[in-house]
Nanobody, 117 residues
């Protein structure tokens, strides 16, 4: 089982980044997928989540209107389009997949996003 994130980096305030997560080794369509983030000294927090086909996305209030989560079950990928980035968005972003049957969690190793001028 693998979740591999990519797309992080350094960006100025107001800029955009697109994170991607490639999944392998499990039946992706049976899993709810989410992006979490963790800043130094803080707890890991849920940013956005989405279910399979027809799923309604969830967004934390801090990113609603700026971030868009999407997934492609034919490619086993989930993305997070991040627009209008703010200093407080600086964190390590993690991809998560949770089984809809037994709630098994899989995590990626994370990708760093730094918003700085």
């Amino acid at each position: 089982v693998q979740l591999v994130e990519s797309g992080g980096g350094l960006v100025q305030p107001g800029g955009s980044l697109r994170l991607s997560c490639a999944a392998s080794g499990f039946t992706f369509s049976n899993y709810y997928t989410s992006w979490y983030r963790q800043a130094p000294g803080d707890e890991r927090e849920l940013v956005a989540g989405i279910n399979g086909v027809g799923g309604i996305p969830y967004y934390d209030h801090s990113v609603k209107g700026r971030f868009i989560i999407s997934r492609d079950d034919t490619k086993n990928t989930v993305h997070l389009q991040m627009n209008d980035l703010e200093y407080d968005d600086t964190a390590k972003y993690y991809c998560n997949a949770r089984s809809s049957e037994d709630f098994t969690d899989y995590w990626g190793r994370g990708t760093q996003v730094t918003v700085s001028s």
